[in-house]
């Protein structure tokens, strides 16, 4: 009979889902309502964007420092807070008539802000809830909840702005954010002891040696950074690439877009049966192999340009990473000491995060000079890259999950 997860699990998980789902949809009709409101061109939606990304480049570590000498529970809460208010401020400028690209920059930064803060404290808070051999499942139900509001969160928000206006959409995206928060004050938190009193960059001077000295970490940190950047190359030439070279108009384009949140969904609902069937340190590989299949596919449309091919290549994209994700924070929560698990994600955070500026900008760099087909060569070169690096590690003979580090 398979132990059930904790209950305190449960009220983290469905705070989760109530804070992922709250992210996506104001994610979604941030842009559209700048568009269809203000008349937002390319220029302002790519500023919009930018700014809402500063605050995991700029904050993940602080944030992580903060983790792991604060209640986490208290920590999530808090951000969690100042993301449902942020989105109780983009409610109150759009019935006054106060709606402007500063104000959904500025107001799109604070709920970023929420977002690193949640995002550093929920897998460095999941071990002290979740006994060791249930870290995989659990981390298995957070990504499915991730999934699911990647999926349903952009159509949805199209939705409600299209049927009830900017304000609906930022209305519930506010009720779940603050859902979210009350979750987490339901939680009981155990305690922990006292972290003793050091400067904080000594602090993050800690966590990042211990991520590039750990032969299974650092491994795993350089593959995420190789892996964020073919991604943001690929993302910067597909959707000219699918009107131009594959013949697909808007929504076409976005019916193959969206087999990425399929994929994750699939990925998330298969990734214990997957982990089951392999030895640990083979599952974390399969994501990146699955990665170079799917880069292949896209590629593939160059020989056969179809729509098909391109939804195949986002769904793989989709499966393969999701379970990634899944059992490398297993993996990562297992042999991190507690003292340290907040500094550690943000390290993963910041690194992955700051790399996909880079992908994005060596995308347009080459899709310019030498067209959109070479931003897909590109990819699959760096995703093969990205595979070599997991599959040349010590990951190779790790059969299950090792004892914590000291």
Not at 379 to 392: D, E, N, S
């Amino acid at each position: 009979m398979t132990a059930a997860l904790p209950r305190s699990f449960t009220a983290l998980a469905g705070s989760n889902l109530a804070a992922q789902s709250a992210e996506q949809l104001s994610l979604a009709a941030v842009p559209l309502v700048a568009v269809l409101a203000l008349g937002a061109g390319p220029g302002e939606i790519g500023t919009l964007a930018a700014v809402q990304t500063l605050p995991f480049l700029l904050l993940s570590i602080p944030l992580g420092v903060l983790a792991d000498r604060v209640s986490r529970r208290r920590l999530m809460a808090w951000a969690e807070g100042l993301r449902a208010l942020s989105l109780i401020a983009l409610i109150a400028m759009v019935a006054t008539g106060q709606l402007s690209i500063a104000g959904l920059a500025i107001l799109g930064f604070a709920g970023a802000v929420g977002t690193v803060g949640f995002s550093v404290a929920a897998p460095a808070l999941v071990p002290a809830l979740v006994p060791r051999e249930l870290l995989g499942r659990a981390n298995g139900r957070l990504e499915l909840a991730r999934s699911a509001a990647y999926a349903g969160g952009p159509a949805l928000a199209g939705a409600l702005v299209a049927w009830a206006g900017a304000s609906a959409a930022f209305v519930i995206a506010a009720v779940l954010s603050a859902a979210a928060v009350a979750l987490l004050w339901g939680l009981t938190e155990p305690v922990r002891a006292a972290a003793p009193a050091r400067h904080p960059l000594l602090e993050i001077k800690d966590g990042a040696q211990f991520v590039w000295r750990q032969a299974y970490l650092r491994p795993m940190l350089l593959t995420g950074v190789a892996w964020n950047i073919s991604w943001f190359v690929l993302q910067a030439a597909y959707v000219p690439y699918a009107v131009r070279a594959l013949g697909l108009g808007a929504q076409a384009v976005g019916v193959t877009l969206a087999g990425y949140g399929a994929g994750m969904v699939v990925g998330a609902l298969l990734a214990s049966r997957v982990v089951g069937a392999m030895p640990f340190g083979r599952a974390i590989q399969l994501g990146p192999i699955v990665s170079v299949l799917a880069a292949a596919a896209m590629v593939a449309t160059l020989v056969m340009p179809t729509g098909v091919l391109a939804a195949l290549s986002f769904f793989l994209f989709g499966v393969g990473p999701i379970v990634w994700t899944i059992t490398s924070t297993t993996l990562r929560q297992s042999i991190t000491p507690d003292r340290m698990l907040g500094r550690v994600s943000s390290v993963f955070l910041t690194v992955n995060a700051g790399a996909r500026p880079v992908g994005a900008a060596l995308g347009g760099l080459v899709g310019a000079a030498w067209g959109e087909p070479a931003c897909l060569w590109l990819a699959l070169a760096g995703f093969v890259l990205q595979a070599w690096i997991i599959l040349a590690s010590s990951l190779n003979g790790l059969r299950g999950l090792p004892a914590p580090a000291h």
